[in-house]
C-alpha cells in the first residue's frame, strides 16, 4: 500500500477505526503483512522524520482503543507502533505455522492446561470389569494407583526493530527476521517432542515418563516396561536380540511382540493382552528410505537358487512413516533404533500458553543504546509428558 493511501485512511476512519479496518482486511486475507511498507506506515503516521522521537516518548500501556484515541497526543506515534506490532506479530505467526517436514504434531496429543505439574492418570490403571451377582454390588475402581506427572517449560525470544531498517525502508528484511523468529521456536518446540518420544535425553536425567512424579526412563533395556525389543530383555527373553530394519519380517516381528507380549498392569488378576494397533513407525532419517520402501511396496519378492516368488506385502499401508533428523542428531539416540506403536494414545502436549506475541510498548535501555524503535517478543509455554508406557515399541536396530 502506498504512503498516501495509508495517510487518507488513517484521516477517514481515525487511528482506532484504521486499526481495526486493518485487522478485518488481515483477517478475511484480503491484505497480508506484506502488502505494507513499515517506511511508507511511518510517513503516513507523521513519524518518519522524528523516529527518535519513538524512543524519547514512552507509551503508556493499555488497551489499544485507549492507546489509540484521538485526545491521546502522541496518537500518530502510537499508531505506528501498534499496527508495526500487528504485521510483525503477524508474520512471526506465519513463520511459527511454517510446519514443513515437522512431524512433532502427529506423535502427540495436544492438551490445553491452565496449570503445570498436573496428574493424570495413566491409561491402563484401571481394574477390568467384574461380573455381578444379581442384588449384588459393583465393585469399585481405582484411577489413583497409577498416574504421571506433567512437565511444562516457557520458551521465547524477542525481536528489535532497529531505527536504520525502517528509515531504509528494509521491510522485507524486517519480515524475514519475524518469520525467523517464529519458525525457530517452532523448531525448538518440534526437537523438545522428537528428543522426548525418543527418551533421548534419558541419560542426563530429563525424564519424559514421571511417574507418581518422579522421572524415570521410558524404554527400560530389561523389558519391565513392555516396550523394548533387544539385547538386555530379561522380561520377555524371546525378544531379546537385536532387530535391524531391514525388510517386512522385522515389522512382523515387532508386531508380534506387542500381540504377546504387551500386557495390562489389572489389579484384579493376571495381567492380559492390550489391543493398542500400531498407527505409526518412527525411524531415523538414516532408515527413512528403508522405512518407507517396506510400508510402501505392495509386493515382495522372494528368491531362491531354484526359484522366484512373488506375493503381497504384509505390511502395505499399515503403517505411517515419520522420521526426523533430531533423532540422528548425536547424543542419547543410536541411528539405527527404530519404534513403532501409537505415538498419540501415548504422548501428551500439555499446552499452557499457545504461541503468542507482544509488544513492548515502552521505552527500554535497548531504545537509548541501540536505537531500538521497538520490540517482539513471541513465546509458548507447554511440555511433552508419556501417560504410559505400552503405546510405542522401541527396537534395538543395532
Known amino acids: 500500500m502506498q504512503g498516501t493511501s495509508l495517510s487518507t485512511l ?44 519513538l524512543r524519547e516518548s514512552p507509551l503508556s500501556d493499555g488497551p ?13 506515534s502510537t499508531l505506528f507502533q501498534v499496527v508495526t506490532g500487528e504485521l510483525i506479530g503477524r508474520k512471526v505467526i ?36 467384574t461380573q455381578v451377582p444379581e442384588g449384588h454390588p459393583y465393585e469399585e475402581s481405582n484411577f ?32 524475514r527476521r519475524a518469520m525467523s523468529l517464529g519458525y525457530y521456536l517452532r523448531q525448538e518446540r518440534e526437537r523438545t517432542i522428537v528428543r522426548a518420544v525418543t527418551d533421548a535425553d534419558a541419560s542426563i536425567a530429563q525424564y519424559v515418563y514421571r511417574p507418581d512424579g518422579t522421572g524415570q526412563q521410558l524404554y527400560k533395556s530389561n523389558g519391565s ?62 532408515l527413512r528410505g528403508t522405512a518407507r520402501s517396506i510400508v510402501n511396496s505392495t509386493e515382495i519378492t522372494v528368491t531362491t537358487v531354484e526359484n522366484e516368488t512373488r506375493f503381497a506385502n504384509p505390511v502395505h499401508g499399515q503403517l505411517e512413516v515419520l522420521s526426523s ?6 547424543g542419547g539416540q543410536a541411528t539405527s533404533d527404530w519404534f513403532i506403536g ?19 510498548r515502552s521505552e527500554s535501555e535497548a531504545a537509548f543504546e541501540r536505537d531500538v524503535v521497538l520490540r517482539v517478543k513471541a513465546r509458548y509455554f507447554g511440555g511433552i509428558s508419556a501417560v504410559d508406557t505400552l503405546c510405542v515399541t522401541k527396537v534395538d536396530g543395532a
Open 10 to 53: 488513517i484521516e477517514s476512519h481515525g487511528p482506532q477505526g484504521f486499526y481495526h479496518k486493518l485487522c478485518q482486511l488481515l483477517n478475511e486475507k484480503q491484505l497480508t503483512p506484506d502488502d505494507f511498507s513499515y517506511h511508507e506506515l511511518a510517513e503516513a503516521c507523521g513519524v518518519l522524520p522524528r523516529l527518535r522521537s
Open 64 to 76: 489499544v482503543s485507549q492507546l489509540l484515541s484521538e485526545a491521546n497526543p502522541g496518537v500518530s
Open 94 to 129: 506465519e513463520g511459527y505455522d511454517d510446519d514443513s517436514g515437522f512431524i512433532g504434531d502427529r506423535l502427540v496429543t495436544v492438551m490445553p492446561s491452565q496449570m503445570r505439574s498436573t496428574r493424570i492418570a495413566g491409561f491402563t490403571a484401571l481394574a477390568g470389569p
Open 144 to 175: 489413583t494407583e497409577k498416574s504421571v506427572t506433567t512437565l511444562e517449560s516457557k520458551q521465547g525470544r524477542i525481536l528489535s526493530i532497529n531505527e536504520e531498517l525502517i528509515a531504509f525502508d528494509q521491510t522485507g528484511e524486517i519480515n
Open 225 to 286: 516396561n513392555r516396550n523394548f525389543i533387544g539385547v538386555g530383555n530379561t522380561t520377555s527373553t524371546g525378544f531379546n536380540a537385536a532387530v535391524p530394519l531391514v525388510d517386512w519380517t522385522d515389522i512382523e516381528e515387532a508386531l508380534q511382540y506387542r500381540a504377546t507380549e504387551v500386557v495390562d498392569d489389572r489389579v484384579d488378576g493376571n495381567p492380559r493382552p492390550v489391543v493398542i494397533p500400531a498407527r505409526q513407525l518412527l525411524v531415523p532419517e538414516a
Open 325 to 330: 533428523p533430531f533423532i540422528d542428531e548425536q
Open 342 to 360: 501409537d505415538f498419540r494414545r501415548q504422548f501428551v502436549w500439555t499446552e499452557i500458553w499457545p504461541v503468542q506475541t507482544f509488544l513492548q
